[in-house]
Each structure stands twice: as structure tokens, then as C-alpha cells.
């Protein structure tokens, strides 16, 4: 059985007197004086508390059923998911917030700019609807997203990596980077169509999973939903029965 394990408040303390040691002192958002790139009330106020009843198991009237992005009428999909069915292997996807203005400075002052004090906040975000979820689907495994062949050579690190183990570190989650990916192109730099080919047959299992029941994809950020697609298939071709997907930010 799976034992959901929180971080301690000294243990949380500890995470961030570590960080406040190695980044800004104020926050990206507010300005306020801060030991971290993003401050405990912006965290919670701005993110964590908005968290609150969003389930990758259970629909939401707000939330397409499929994909997770919001609606704008009384149906349980959205208009993408009933027209261009763009996700049709993935069995439903999670995505927590808007990529907004404010979120964009977050993730880009994250991957870009190597701000890697937000990767504690943004594992504290997904942990909330993972632990939610592996309480009912008690052997699901968490597998990242795979980083594009030399990324971790050119910029020595991977952000999804880093989130993977840091949720595995302080949540105690059965993280396995499984998969392998060989499309060098990064997606951010091609239009829809692109997205949509470029990692076709591009991203595989290191192993076959037969047995395995349930896994959860995770990603920083949902566009077209290509990426996570690939990710699902992959797993499915090598054994797992259902796959889901969580991203911190869709646009």
C-alpha cells in the first residue's frame, strides 16, 4: 500500500534556509523581502490555495473532463477535445494554471534564466494532485517528461528531471524516468502542425511495463498536448493500462 509522505515543518524549514543561501532576496512577483524566488503568501494566495479540489479522478464543472483547461459552456469537453481530438491516447490531463504574464516570468526566470529556487514551490504545486491521486491509484508511477538528446549537456540540468526528484525527495513519490526521447527540435520553436509530428515514434519505453497499472506523466507546461500525447503512447505501447498527465501551466 502507498504511504503518502508530507515534508515535516522542520524539514520544510531546512528546504528554505537551503534556498534562501543560493537565490534572490525578494520575490518575483510581489517584490517583497523574501528567502525565495517566490514568497510564502504569493505561494499560497496566488497557487496553492487555488489548488484546492482539482482532481485528475473527479470532474470538475469547471475543468474539461479530457484535457483540464477550462470551459466556457455546460459541456464536460472543451471545444478542442470535441473537434480536434488531439488527445486521443492519454486518458486525462491535469494542467494547473493559466500561462499568464506572471506565471510566464516564473517558469522562464525557472528554465531559462536558472532560478532553480522555484523548483521547490513548483513540486510543492503538482505534489498536491498527485498525492490526491495515488490515494486511489495506489501503484501508479510518476514518469517525467525526457529531455530532448543533448539538453542536459548544453545546460547542465533538465528542469522536469529536477521537479521528478524533488518530488521524490521531500513527497516520497515513485518517480522512474522511463523514457527516452531521440527528436533534438525543441517544440517550443514550432507552430501547432509541427508540435503535432515532431515527436511522433520520437519518445520510447527503456523497458517494458506490463504490470503496471496506472502512470502519471509530468511536464512544466501544456501547449498542443503533443508532447504529453507521445509520453502516453510510448507507455501504452510497453504495457501500462492507463496514463494520465500533469502540468504545472497550459496555454
Known amino acids: 500500500m502507498y504511504t503518502v509522505c508530507m515534508i515535516t515543518p522542520l524539514r520544510e524549514h531546512l528546504v528554505e534556509y537551503a534556498i534562501s543561501h543560493c537565490f534572490s532576496s525578494s520575490c518575483l512577483l510581489c517584490g517583497r523581502q523574501s528567502s525565495r524566488p517566490l514568497c510564502s503568501d504569493c505561494l499560497d494566495i ?44 492519454i486518458d486525462r490531463v491535469l494542467p494547473l494554471f493559466y500561462y499568464s504574464p506572471a506565471n ?36 501508479m508511477i510518476i514518469v517525467p517528461v525526457p529531455p530532448r538528446p543533448g539538453k542536459i549537456r548544453e545546460k547542465g540540468w533538465d528542469q522536469i528531471e529536477e521537479l521528478g526528484t524533488l518530488l521524490q525527495r521531500y513527497w516520497k513519490l515513485p518517480v522512474k524516468s522511463i523514457l527516452t526521447r531521440t527528436a533534438t527540435m525543441q517544440q517550443k520553436k514550432l507552430n501547432r502542425a509541427g508540435r503535432l509530428s515532431n515527436l511522433k515514434g520520437c519518445i520510447t519505453a527503456k523497458k517494458s511495463l506490463v504490470g503496471i497499472s496506472s502512470a502519471l506523466v509530468i511536464d512544466d507546461i501544456m501547449t498542443t498536448g503533443a508532447t504529453l500525447e507521445s509520453c502516453a503512447a510510448a507507455l501504452k505501447e510497453s504495457g501500462v493500462s492507463r496514463v494520465y498527465g500533469c502540468t504545472l501551466f497550459f496555454d
Open 46 to 89: 496566488k497557487y496553492l490555495d487555488k489548488i484546492d479540489g482539482l482532481s485528475l479522478l473527479r470532474d470538475s464543472p469547471h475543468r474539461c473532463a479530457h484535457c483540464g483547461r477550462p470551459l466556457i459552456s455546460r459541456n464536460k469537453l472543451c471545444t478542442s477535445c470535441l473537434t480536434l481530438d488531439v488527445l486521443s491516447v
Open 104 to 139: 510566464s516570468l516564473l517558469l522562464n526566470s525557472w528554465k531559462t534564466h536558472g532560478q532553480r529556487g522555484l523548483g521547490y514551490p513548483f513540486a510543492r504545486m503538482m505534489s498536491i494532485p498527485i498525492l490526491e491521486t495515488l490515494a486511489r491509484e495506489k501503484d
